[in-house]
């Protein structure tokens, strides 16, 4: 169903169509100005580095529940290819990755989501066709690059993963970055711990999928507030699952992508950095996750790191 007359009105409050340009395309990324990258910078004290992807193969996190969007499937297109008859000259080796562009650690592009024929900043939805994005594409977000802050809602409730789909609002979000001691500014982006990657690590991929903590409509007002640059999570839905409603599906990529413009990662893997903040008491550090630019492309594969 569509939007509620409640959350249409929330849509509204929240929209930043226009705010950065009849043009923009890249939404909520341009909170982040060289003052936040240097807060980013500021923030490394032991240069100690973490990866925040999770491995790119076939024993990836999807089920088949969305047709198309792969694990990915490594393949050699040349293996020791000699050009010259003889081995002792030059030899090659090549491969080749297929993959839906959403299947592992990913960002969601602004053309990812869109309702009533428009997507953000009041691009038409068949903008996007076979060919892909003509607007909005991941190619335009462009470096990211800016402070993370560690949302550690699972150790917040005392859980290392929930058993149930909670909904994290307005108030896990205030109780967790007060907690970190962490004032969250504008051009942050905040790195959502769940515990929900758990599952995936215990070799459960449906029970991973579903049923989900996530973000609930609760939290969208004060994200909006807080002029953040985007928001990761752990799990493989975003938001909770199944939703609040279950009649209105997805609601809060609709309001976040859509109207906000508000950039969402997936899939990334925050414990061994989660469990470092909370033995140091540092819920800060400088983030780099720059997606794959690829052009027309609705989502983008990436290798955040964060350095402490």
Not at 146 to 165: E, P
Request: hydrophobic share 40%; aromatic share 6%.
């Amino acid at each position: 169903m569509p939007l509620s007359e409640d959350l249409a009105a929330l849509a509204a409050r929240v929209s930043n169509w226009s705010r950065f340009g009849a043009d923009d395309q890249r939404g909520t990324l341009n909170f982040i100005t060289p003052a936040a990258v240097l807060r980013g910078v500021a923030a490394v004290r032991r240069g100690d580095a973490f990866s925040l992807a999770i491995p790119m193969n076939a024993d990836g996190p999807q089920t088949g529940g969305i047709p198309g969007r792969i694990n990915p499937q490594h393949r050699m297109v040349a293996i020791n290819q000699n050009y010259t008859g003889d081995t002792r000259d030059f030899t090659t080796n090549d491969d080749a990755v297929d993959m839906g562009v959403q299947a592992a650690t990913h960002w969601d592009a602004l053309a990812h989501v869109g309702y009533d024929g428009l997507l953000y900043n009041g691009v038409p939805a068949n903008d996007v066709d076979e060919r892909g994005a003509r607007r909005l594409g991941i190619e335009n977000f462009g470096p990211v690059v800016t402070r993370g802050v560690v949302v550690d809602v699972a150790r917040l409730h005392g859980v290392d993963h929930f058993d149930d789909n909670h909904v994290i609002d307005a108030d896990d979000f205030e109780r967790a970055t007060s907690r970190a001691g962490i004032t969250v500014e504008a051009g942050d982006i905040l790195m959502v711990r769940t515990g929900q990657m758990h599952w995936f690590r215990e070799g459960d991929r449906d029970r991973y999928s579903h049923p989900s903590p996530g973000l609930g409509v609760g939290s969208i007002e004060w994200l909006h507030d807080h002029h953040v640059a985007a928001v990761a999570t752990d799990n493989l839905t975003f938001e909770v699952f199944p939703c609040e409603d279950r009649k209105v599906f997805m609601p809060v990529h609709m309001i976040n992508l859509r109207d906000q413009g508000l950039v969402q990662g997936q899939v990334w893997h925050l414990d061994e950095l989660a469990a470092d903040c909370a033995r140091d008491g540092v819920y800060e550090c400088l983030l780099v996750a720059t997606p794959l630019p690829i052009t027309g492309a609705v989502g983008g594969v990436v290798a955040p790191t964060a350095v402490k």
